[in-house]
């Protein structure tokens, strides 16, 4: 669990380890190896303990099977020896002594084998003459007659003795069995073993060296094979086995054969080979812990070495990444060949479009690059560099891949490089064209605006906050009268007649005081003078700019004279055209005009009529003939009132500015229309705002617009025969800024294509129509400073309205 | 019929108008009434009025075609005599249509209005007349059984009582006695009679 998050910290810490933060890395791994070495070292002791306790349980296994096995050998051996004895009924001496050493040659261990005869006084006894204890002894080897007797008494007819000592210190003991002849017990078979080398030949050398083993026979320690050097010393050996080392390993087995108890004990000693083992864990430890060191170290060399690295690789990324960044590029070259450039940053591309290869590899020079016109310049300017040995600067053109031209600014200077002892030329060279353009389009905005003041029409005077004419273009020159000289630095109130040129310097004043501004921003007509004294109108606008210093207004002046007198002639115009529209309007108006006039025509003519029976019939009536008379003089003066109203209506003369109540106005072009209203059914409805103010205008005009909306109006509610119904409203409202008259009409409405051709002159939606009604409306209503327009209504009708303005 | 003096009865919007005509017809002692509009001329309108209509056809609200349609449907009688401020053909044309009696254009010659607007007095009194008898032969139809209706309608036709009888599958004395009935009832005396009482009274039911 832990394993994975270690190395996956130390993965990480490797990818982004930096300076210090990762130094713990090395140590950890170092301390992580250094475990796994003692843990590997201390599984390994551990193993080889293992092993050896098993080597060591399976040997005293092995010995004690091997010890059951022999012995039951023997027995069966002896029982054979004595059944042949019984088959026989006993053999001659000599016989049964050569069997006997067939015996003892076959199976070494013995130290005799004897037969005794059931007193046991007549022994023959063979000894083995290969033993040890043999060699040295006596032919009388064999214990004596009262031990035997004691052994034999009470055992079975198959038994072995304790532990026997032998002469020459030997320990033995002895296997005997009963001897049968003819049914009868005729003594024994004594077999006597030397302990010694019974057991070695038993155990077969397999304790040799590797493992200490001691017998015990019936608690008597027979054996003791605890070292090479005590071999045949029990008393040095049981001290060495009380080594702790060995008695941890030891094994004990007990085994019971033929009645008597063997105990066997098995102990690793101190050989070479487990001591070889050892040594190599030891040296398994100590060089992995050294490895751990090593390791350590070296990973720390490498992270540390990796950390400087990637610092230098960042630093010089930072350092590209700077140089991809200018606008430009760097560079140098030896002073040998100037233009083998041997480095160029990246730079390069942007710049011209060549890589850094073309440069690097000479595969292009710089000096190719630099246009021909500014070569020479360059190169100068570079051998004065090189003459002087200071810094150069030096502003060009150079042709780009694409033949595209650039503008270069280059500074560099000559050193010597620290390296090669060579003189080298550093430069850096950053593309303005940009700049350069903008400096180009500085210049000829600048000539452009100085070229437009002074062809300017209108005079451009820039004065000081003092007043002081401080520029003035030709047209000034012109509109004035002065010379350029007599005007700059005087103050500008010259140019104005009275009021203004006196109180011009208050108005500066003022302004630059409170921020208040009466022509700044604005334009205005106001007047002004000329060097012969005339005054003239003009147009001013005024506007302020902040330069570096100080603050300083430009005025604008337009000559209105030429304007004025073509306004005139315009407004003249419109006037004619005025009164043919409205000749034109009487004309078409004249059926309404004679109903008019038949009324009190007719009426006249009933009074006459009436006055002429009174009298005829005879009966003088004076008081009704009065009253007929006075009738007759009212109509008369009503049809002459009618004619009145005609007559100026169609009256030819120029315009005035009167002040006009709008609401005045619609009642009388209600009763001018009154007649034709009622030829075209339709029925006029008044709407009137009784708080609008008077406005200033020609009031016969704005009457001759009225009555025009309001005819067409009744006119397209009879052309679609008053589908809509026959209302057509008068409507004046007033807000802050002017009266609005509307004539709301339930007509057709304004179709799209009647809509564009609407203010055109001579273009008329009418059969019989002039077309130039609205288009002089329009410019009538213009004339007055408003706007005539119109929305249509809903499904139906139409809002014609013209608003104007009051008074400034 | 209650009232049964013939008025003139003067509808313009002019109040000049109105008082001149007013005044001239006091000289001759006409009876009249002025009206401002057509409207307050129909306020009082209630079928019993007799004479004759002046009225100024171009006149706001409701004009003088309108009027005339208004009287036509409710059967009014009386004559109209239209004024017009200017000669309007296609407007003359409809109110003459329309059973205008004349229509005058302003200024009028006195005598000329005069002498129409007696005209007008008499053809209302000869219409008014007939008017009344044919109210008078209707009722008496009216007063038929229809058995005698249809006794009435046959012997009117020229059939013989005998080509009833057989027809109508009755005697011959029981058309005679209903025959002798209808004779009674309409208070006629000879079949001439009855067949005239007929046709007038057909006329005035399909004008």
Redesign the interface.
């Known amino acids: 669990m832990n394993t994975p998050y270690c190395f996956e910290g130390i993965l990480t810490a490797l990818r982004n380890n930096r300076n210090e933060e990762g130094s713990w890395i090395p140590w950890l791994v170092g301390a992580l190896v250094a475990c796994a070495v003692f843990l590997g070292w201390s599984t390994l002791k551990q193993q080889e303990q293992v092993d050896l306790q098993r080597s060591t349980s399976i040997l005293l296994e092995r010995l004690q099977t091997a010890l059951a096995r022999d012995l039951d050998q023997r027995v069966s051996s002896l029982q054979r020896l004595a059944e042949r004895w019984s088959h026989h009924g006993g053999t001659a001496r000599s016989a049964w002594e050569s069997d006997v050493a067939n015996y003892l040659a076959d199976q070494p261990g013995y130290h005799s084998i004897a037969r005794l005869d059931a007193t046991l006084s007549d022994r023959w006894v063979v000894i083995d003459h290969d033993s040890g204890s043999a060699r040295s002894s006596s032919t009388d080897s064999l214990p004596d007659v009262a031990w035997l007797e004691r052994l034999l008494s009470d055992a079975p007819a198959t038994g072995l003795s304790s532990a026997v000592a032998l002469p020459d210190d030997q320990w033995g003991f002895v296997l005997y069995h009963a001897i049968f002849k003819n049914e009868q017990p005729d003594g024994y078979i004594v077999a006597s073993f030397e302990l010694d080398a019974w057991l070695d030949f038993v155990l077969n050398g397999a304790t040799e060296e590797l493992f200490a083993v001691q017998v015990w026979l019936d608690d008597t320690l027979v054996l003791d094979r605890s070292a090479v050097s005590a071999r045949h010393s029990s008393t040095a050996s049981l001290t060495q086995t009380g080594n702790a080392s060995t008695l941890d390993q030891s094994r004990q087995g007990n085994l019971a054969l033929y009645g008597q108890q063997w105990r066997i004990a098995v102990s690793l000693t101190e050989t070479r080979l487990a001591a070889n083992q050892s040594r190599m864990a030891e040296a398994l430890l100590w060089s992995g812990l050294l490895v751990s060191g090593l390791l350590v170290w070296a990973l720390r060399a490498t992270l540390r070495s990796r950390a400087e690295n990637r610092e230098l690789q960042l630093h010089s990324l930072q350092l590209e990444a700077q140089w991809r960044n200018l606008p430009g590029m760097a560079y140098h070259s030896q002073l040998t060949s100037p233009s083998l450039l041997e480095f160029v940053s990246e730079g390069c591309h942007k710049l011209t479009g060549y890589t850094r290869q073309d440069f690097q590899t000479g595969s292009i020079t710089w000096d190719s690059l630099v246009n021909a016109e500014d070569r020479e310049m360059r190169q100068a300017c570079l051998d004065s560099a090189i003459a002087s040995g200071e810094a150069y600067q030096v502003v060009y053109r150079i042709v780009c891949h694409d033949n595209g031209e650039k503008w270069v600014w280059e500074r560099g200077n000559i050193c010597d490089s620290e390296r090669d002892q060579v003189c080298l030329i550093e430069g850096m060279v950053l593309d303005i064209t940009e700049q350069k353009h903008t400096e180009i389009a500085l210049t000829e905005s600048t000539a452009y605006a100085q070229t437009l003041v002074d062809t300017a029409a209108e005079a451009i005077i820039t004065i000081a906050t003092n007043g002081d004419i401080e520029s003035a273009n030709r047209s000034t020159e012109r509109m004035f009268g002065y010379e350029r000289r007599e005007l700059l630095g005087r103050n500008v109130r010259m140019l104005m007649p009275e009021p203004f040129m006196s109180e011009h310097d208050a108005y500066l004043a003022r302004y630059l005081k409170t921020g208040e501004a009466r022509i700044i921003g604005t334009g205005r007509e106001v007047s002004g003078l000329r060097k012969d004294g005339s005054v003239f109108p003009i147009q001013l606008s005024v506007s302020e700019f902040q330069t570096k210093e100080e603050l300083k207004f430009v005025g604008l002046i337009r000559d209105l004279t030429q304007q004025q007198r073509a306004e005139q002639e315009a407004s003249l115009h419109r006037e004619r055209l005025a009164h043919v529209a409205r000749v034109n309007m009487l004309g078409e108006m004249a ?1 309404g005009i ?3 006039i ?10 006459a ?2 006055g002429l ?2 009298l005829d ?1 005879g009966v003088p009536r004076p008081e ?1 003939l009065r ?2 008379l006075e ?1 007759l003089s ?2 008369a003066h ?1 049809a002459g009132a009618v004619i009145e109203r005609m007559q100026q209506f169609a009256r030819q003369r120029e315009s005035t500015c009167e002040t006009v109540d709008c609401n005045q106005l619609v009642r009388e072009i209600a009763s001018l229309a009154e ?1 034709e ?3 075209r ?1 339709a ?1 006029i409805e008044l709407d009137i705002d009784r708080h609008i103010g008077t406005v200033q205008a020609d009031p016969i005009q704005l009457q001759q617009v009225a009555l025009n909306l309001l005819r067409n109006g009744m006119e397209s509610m009879a052309s679609i025969d008053h589908r809509y119904g026959n209302r057509i409203v008068l409507r004046t409202r007033g807000n802050a800024e002017g009266v609005t008259l509307s004539v709301i009409d339930q007509g057709s409405g304004v179709s799209a294509e009647a809509a564009e051709q609407l203010y055109k002159p001579f273009a008329s939606t009418k059969d019989m129509g002039m077309g130039i009604g609205l288009s002089i409306c329009k410019s009538i209503i213009h004339s007055h400073g408003g706007e005539l327009d119109f929305v249509n209504g809903e499904g139906h009708g139409a809002t014609f309205f013209f608003t104007l303005p009051y008074p400034s | 019929m209650s009232q049964s003096i013939q008025q003139v009865y003067i509808v313009d919007d ?1 109040e ?2 109105r ?3 007013s ?2 017809l ?3 002692d006409l009876p009249h009434q002025c009206f401002s509009s057509a409207t307050e001329f129909l306020e009082i309108y209630d079928g019993t009025q007799r004479g004759c209509l002046v009225v100024d056809i ?4 409701m ?1 003088g075609l309108e009027l005339q349609k208004n009287l036509n449907e409710q059967e009014c009688l009386l004559p109209i005599i239209f ?1 017009t ?2 000669g309007d053909i296609p407007m003359a044309v409809e109110a003459m249509r329309a059973g205008a009696l004349d229509f005058m254009r ?3 010659r ?1 005598q000329d209005l005069l002498d129409r607007i007696q005209q007008a007095l008499q053809h209302e009194s000869g219409e008014f007349d007939m008017h009344e008898k044919m109210a008078g032969i209707r009722s008496r139809i009216a007063t038929l059984t229809p058995k005698e209706h249809e006794i009435f309608d046959r012997v009117a036709q020229g059939q013989a009582n005998k080509v009833i009888a057989a027809e109508l599958g009755v005697s011959e004395r029981t058309v005679e006695v209903h025959r002798a009935q209808v004779m009674k009832k309409l208070d006629v005396r000879t079949l001439a009679d009855l067949v005239r009482l007929k046709l007038t009274g057909e006329a005035q039911l399909s004008p």
């Open positions: 059926t004679a109903h008019e038949n009324q009190p025509l007719s009426a006249i003519s009933m009074y009529q009436s029976r009174f019939a009704r009253d007929a009738k009212a109509q009503r007649s209203a009622l030829i059914d029925q | 002019d000049a108008i008082d001149s005509m005044m001239l006091e000289t001759i171009r006149m706001p609200v004009n004024m401020g200017h302003k200024p009028v006195e």
